[in-house]
């Protein structure tokens, strides 16, 4: 795993935390807090992912040369 998918994790996690936190003091400012950084780090994985997919390079073929057929 990449840095950016261990620190995208550790936001994942941080953001849940403190969304339960939030909800078991009824602090409303923390609990935002933990779902915005839960949904933020799934949007910014998926937006990563998807860069690098349409990044690679597709696959290239190697060129056959043609048959050549006799006529009888």
């Given amino acids: ?23 078991n003091t009824y602090n409303a400012l923390v609990g935002y807090a933990g779902i915005y950084l839960f949904i933020g780090s799934v949007a910014v994985y998926l937006v990563l992912y998807i860069y690098k997919e349409l990044k690679k390079k597709p696959a290239t073929e190697t060129p056959q040369p043609p048959q050549v057929t006799q006529n009888p």
């Fill in 1 to 23: 795993m990449s840095w950016t998918d261990w620190s995208l994790l550790g936001l994942f996690i941080f953001g849940f935390v403190l969304f339960l936190i939030g909800a």
